[in-house]
């Protein structure tokens, strides 16, 4: 069964930094892509950036280019999102999510972790 816990969120100014983890468990996720997104109040949720474990291929969402980071450990099946210049537009619940190559579709969540950036 496939677990993904999300840490690292909390309070930051403007201006700051966080860096968000995702502790994956419970298959071999060589032939999957992960990402990240976030749902703020009263919005739909958005990828904000994916990844794919075999060959670290990466994307992201115009409104974090230049501003986070995705990242992955294979050794320590984590994934991390660096944010650097944090706006406080990014504050939303920041969810870690898998599938695999065969499909469009996430099939695997994380609980989430709150972000918030005060102006």
């Known amino acids: 069964q496939v677990q993904l816990v999300e840490s690292g969120g909390g309070l930051v100014q403007a201006g700051g930094s966080l860096r968000l983890s995702c502790a994956a468990s419970g298959r071999t996720f060589s032939s999957y892509v992960m990402g990240w997104f976030r749902q703020a109040p009263g919005k739909e949720r958005e990828l904000v950036a994916a990844?794919?474990?075999?060959?670290?291929?990466?994307n992201y969402a115009d409104s974090v280019k230049g501003r986070f980071t995705i990242s992955s450990d294979n050794a320590k099946n984590t994934v991390y999102l660096q944010m650097n210049s944090l706006k406080p537009e990014d504050t939303a619940v920041y969810y870690c999510?898998?599938?695999?190559?065969?499909?469009?579709?996430?099939?695997?969540w994380g609980q989430g972790t709150q972000v918030t950036v005060s102006s």
């Open positions: 990844i794919t474990w075999r060959r670290g291929s990466t």
């Open positions: 999510a898998a599938r695999t190559f065969a499909t469009s579709q996430y099939n695997y």
